[in-house]
């Protein structure tokens, strides 16, 4: 089913893909070659484009397509790599999308700076749409990104992390930056209120979704899949869905004996499989799972008021993919 679904997605998106591969190369333009060079490192190491697709797709089921949608969306682009080259730096990542992480080829201030550029960058395609409110959710969506990872930081390695802290973190660090794209297209659309609620609130559950299915894959997926090793989330003290879940379904016993190979100081593959086990066994990725597909179907209920388009179509396919992708 997945590859059915990303093999019609990528069919349909293929010309907007192209240009959007186009418009972020001519738009990365520092003064430094180095800048360039460390931003073009991960940039263009086989993202999915995911929300420059959302903020396409939503200002053109809204009716807008005069071609700046496409630079538009780029913004997002540049704010998600930003994000991932600071979180790599504070994660202390080896790997990412499959190569060498940006910090691990050159010092964490050149990375960090990178990260600041590409934060300006995003803002300056902000400001040239001339609406303030997008500047306003722009800037909103680099707060709560800020604060959710502070957030994580500071509940890394806590063992009796809520169910409710974590969906507080996935929401700053994942779904604002889904939502604002989703929402952006409709604001550069000049959609109305009711139709940029409905997309507000359709990227807020297509973003929550997309975080518990990436944090499953590191429990389900290969390292080829992952493009980076199996058990990161386990190796840098951060509770997910899925253990959470089981922590709080295992007795005392059980739940000691995981929380050993949890905070093990060694990360040993064997022990990483013998929890695997058991939060299969506690129904920790069975939950994750289902309420993953319960954010989806709460999202595409958004879309329901919108006029049949190609763009209502795909909208609807990126938020099935969202759930059941390998990697």
Known sequence: MTLDLKTRIIQQVAPDLEQVEKSLEENLDPNLDLVKEIASHLLFSGGKRLRPLLAIHSARMCGYANGFEVLFSTLFEYLHAATLLHDDVV????????????????????????GDFLLAKALDIAAQTQEPRLISVIAAITRDMSQGEIDQLEKKGKADLTPEEYFEIIRRKTAVLIQG????????AGAGSKKEEALKTFGFHLGMAFQMADDLLDYTATAQELGKNPGADMREGKLTLPLIHSLAHADPLEREKMLELVFHPEFDPDKFEVLKQKIIALKGIEYTQSLAREHIENAKKQLRPFEASESKSLLGLIADYAVERKG
């Open 91 to 114: 994660d202390g990542a080896d790997m990412r999308r499959g190569r060498k992480a940006a910090q691990k080829q050159w010092s964490a201030p050149k990375v960090v700076l990178t």
């Open 181 to 188: 794209a989703c929402q952006g297209g409709a604001i550069i």
